[in-house]
Structures are given as C-alpha cells and as structure tokens.
C-alpha cells in the first residue's frame, strides 16, 4: 500500500511542467507567468492595504535608490520605473519581492540592514526569487503534493485501520521532506543570486556576510531542517564560497558605472 501511495506522490511531482533556475537547477514550474503576476499584484495591494506605507521622504529616497540600481540587473533592458518600490512603516526585520514587479521593504529592517550594501544584498536576495521563479515552483510544488495526498486517500479508502495514523504521517512527510527542503534550496539560491545582483549594481557583496550576521541576531530560529530558511552559518558559507566571483563582477561593473551612493 504504502509503495502505491509513493507512486501517486511520484507522478503528481512528475507531472508538473520542467524548467531550470538560473543557478541551473531542475525546477517544476506549471502555472502560467501572466497568472503570477496577477496573484503577485494582488497579494501586494493586499498588504499596502493592511500595512502602514513609510511617510518618511529621507527613508523612501534611500530605499528607492539601491532599487533602482538593482533592477536593472534582473533582465536586459529592465526600466526601473516599470516596479513599484513600496517601503512600509513596520518594525518587522524583513522585505520581499513579488511576481508582478513589486518589492516591499520593512523599516525594521535597517536595524540589521546597516548600509546600502546590505541592503543591497536584501533586495538582490529578494528579486532573486522573482527571476528564479521560486513563487511559482513553491506554489506548483504544493499544488503536486496535495494532489498525490488526495489521490493516496482515495486508496485508503476501502481501508479503514490506521488510515488516519498513516495520512497524518504522510502529510508531515511532505511537509518537512517536499515543501521545506525546497523552500531551503529556493533560499539557499536566492542568496547566491542576489550576490551576484548586487555586485553587477556595484554595490559589495563582501557586506552580506556581516548582513547575515546582524540578522542572525534578529532572534532565535527552529532547527534548519524544520525551517523554511537555512541557518545563518549555512547560508554564510555558501555566500563566502561564491565571493570571489561576486567581487570580480562588481570590479567590472565599477569600470562602467560610478560606485553607489545611496544615504539617508
């Protein structure tokens, strides 16, 4: 029974459409990029709708600015003023970036984010999910797993004992052995991506390594493998790892273009 239930969950997963992530992984990806960004749209007019929007000029020129340095790097010919840069009076240490070109960025996050290169680094982080296409994979993977759960409870159905024992076991090995690790691996990916934005925007990518440092500070964190993040001193290992190609592409950048220079 229980290789039966792993076959339905096997060939949910197969079944969603193929494409390949921009650090070259396997990614399955089935919704369409127009229904993203409408459900990226909506989901940001959501939150301006129940989160104060910052009325401070000096912090919204500032977030604006390093913005506008990183979109550029996204795609060829990615015009700035084409995304909405919202920055929200909120403690919370946090930002996000959204299907539909939007980004969102928390006040309280430069109490962590304590220069422009780190903040930099955030919103390289956070935009990196946008063109790596994490939202879709993530919603696409959930869309798999629910699937193959109602398909394996259809199979029990004529089978009464321990069905409910065995669902409950097999829900939470989706949770924390499909939909977790991939939301580490989409993390993990975003953090090298976003290294490489921000050092194509000139900004240094050496600074995500304190970033990640002051954000581990933020509070304590479950276990990496029941998190949807990977530890601080994972997550710096990988950054450290991928820096010396991170700083050759800002040298090449600064040959270009004049360094940033965003303050408040």
Known sequence: M???????????????????SPEGRHQLTFLPAKQMRALGAQSFEQIKASTPVSKDPATVQYINCIARRIIPQLEKNNNPDDWEVVVFDDPQANAFALPGNKIGVYTGLLKY??????????????TGHVIAHHS???????????????????????????????????????????LLPFSRKHESEADLIGLNLMAKAGFDPSESIPLWQNMAQAGASPPEFMSTHPSSGSRIRNLRGRLPKALKLRQQALLHNNPPNCTR
């Open 113 to 126: 984010a304590r220069n422009q290169h780190q903040v930099a680094a955030v919103i390289g982080h956070e």
């Open 2 to 20: 229980i290789r039966t239930i792993v076959l339905f969950l096997t060939t949910s997963l197969l079944l969603a459409g193929c494409a390949t």
């Open 136 to 178: 879709n994979e993530r919603l696409s993977s959930q869309l798999a797993v629910s699937a193959g759960l109602t398909l394996a409870a259809a199979v029990l159905g004529a089978d009464k004992k321990n069905d409910s024992l065995l669902m409950a076991g097999l829900g939470l090995g989706a949770q924390y052995g499909v």
